[in-house]
Structure formats: C-alpha cells, structure tokens
T-cell receptor, first 114, second 114 residues
Framework: AQKITQTQPGMFVQEKEAVTLDCTYD???????LFWYKQPSSGEMIFLIYQGSYDQQNATEGRYSLNFQKARKSANLVISASQLGDSAMYFCAMNVNTGNQFYFGTGTSLTVIP | SQTIHQWPATLVQPVGSPLSLECTVE??????LYWYRQAAGRGLQLLFY??????ISSEVPQNLSASRPQDRQFILSSKKLLLSDSGFYLC?????????????FGEGSWLTVV
C-alpha cells in the first residue's frame, strides 16, 4: 500500500528565510512520482514541483526545490527566500506507475512572519 | 493548453436536498478524472476516480455518487445530502496511468449543508 506522511501540522518562518517542509512516503513500486502542491486560503490547489523516482537530480522550480532522499524515502520541499504570499497549506503527494490514484499527505500550514 | 473548470463555486443546501457538482476538462482526451473532498482544515479524501466513460471507482462508501457521461465531464451527485457532506470539493484530472503525470485541480466548490 502507498502512504504519504507529513508530520508538521504547522510551521512558521521569517520573511526572506528558507524553510523545509517534511514529507516521507512508502511504496513498494520502484517507479513513482512525488509532487508538492500549495493551497492558499482561496482553496485552489496549485502544483509546485515534481520529482520522479528515477530522476538523478533534485527537482527545482524557482524558489522551490525538492530534497529527494530515496534511501530514506523522503521528499522534503525547500522554499528559499520566503515571501508573505507563501503563507498557505502545503501538500505532498505521490502516484505510482502501476496505478491511477494519487496519495496525499495531511498537509502543513506555513505562516510567513514579516 | 488544458483547463479544468468546476461549478458551482459555492452552494448552501438544506439537509435532504439533492446535489450536483459538475466538472469539465478541455484540451486533452481520455483523462483520468477525480473527485476529492476536503473537510475544514483537513487533508484530501479521494471520493471517486474514473479512467474512462462510464467507469467509476468509489473509494469511500457513502451517499454520494459520480458519473462520467462524456469523456471530459465528471459529475458528483447526491440524492439526499447529510450535514456531514459539508466541505470543499475538488475535481481534478491527470493523464492516463503513469508516474510523473501531474494531477491538476479545478477551482473547488464550497458546499455547506444546513
């Protein structure tokens, strides 16, 4: 069975600082994808970044980077130079090559402090 | 480019009334389609997913149902709403089975059952 775990219900970060949001996953499928989404208070789910299980390098998208540690089964999101607009819920997700479903963590609420 | 749209954006319904939420996807064919529910401050719960017309997989037994009358149309329904049906409903799509296919969400529908 597939599982995604986010152990940080809430995080605070000072504006302009970097923050790491934790995500661990569990799957026996060797081919899988890992995703991060941002959900502001408006409710929309915004895709941020993707990492494939066979990717050799960590994914980066602007201020977002994914710290992928395959042996530890972790896929932490790093946000550099935090901005007030980064305040939102963040969800980690996974899908596997053998299935159609996406599995989501319970989310981390990030608050950026001016 | 692909777009996904769901409606209505908000609705307030009395207990026992019917429900119909609609979702359409444009710019792609044979997408996987999903309905998720998110209770206040909680993570995403997969309700239904569909890999093709008339093919519906239910993840949570309840008084909700889903239908896919056309390739890019997904409908969430209920004959009689319960108070516990209140929440934020998200429609989503992805390309057919393969890891690395990102899931994209609609704008969401806020349902309050009174």
């Amino acid at each position: 069975a597939q599982k995604i775990t986010q152990t940080q219900p809430g995080m605070f970060v000072q504006e302009k600082e970097a923050v790491t949001l934790d995500c661990t996953y569990d799957t026996s499928d060797p081919s899988y994808g890992l995703f991060w989404y941002k959900q502001p208070s408006s409710g929309e789910m915004i895709f941020l970044i993707y990492q494939g299980s066979y990717d050799q390098q960590n994914a980066t998208e602007g201020r977002y980077s994914l710290n992928f540690q395959k042996a530890r089964k972790s896929a932490n999101l790093v946000i550099s130079a935090s901005q007030l607009g980064d305040s939102a819920m963040y969800f980690c997700a996974m899908n596997v090559n053998t299935g159609n479903q996406f599995y989501f963590g319970t989310g981390t609420s990030l608050t950026v402090i001016p | 480019s692909q777009t996904i749209h769901q409606w209505p954006a908000t609705l307030v319904q009395p207990v026992g009334s019917p429900l119909s939420l609609e979702c359409t996807v444009e710019g792609t064919s044979n997408p996987n389609l999903y309905w998720y529910r998110q209770a206040a401050g909680r993570g995403l719960q997969l309700l239904f997913y569909s890999v093709g017309i008339g093919q519906i997989s239910s993840e949570v037994p309840q008084n909700l149902s889903a239908s896919r009358p056309q390739d890019r149309q997904f409908i969430l329904s209920s004959k009689k709403l319960l108070l516990s049906d209140s929440g934020f409903y998200l429609c989503a799509w992805s390309r057919p089975k393969s890891s690395g296919n990102t899931i994209y969400f609609g704008e969401g529908s806020w349902l309050t059952v009174v």
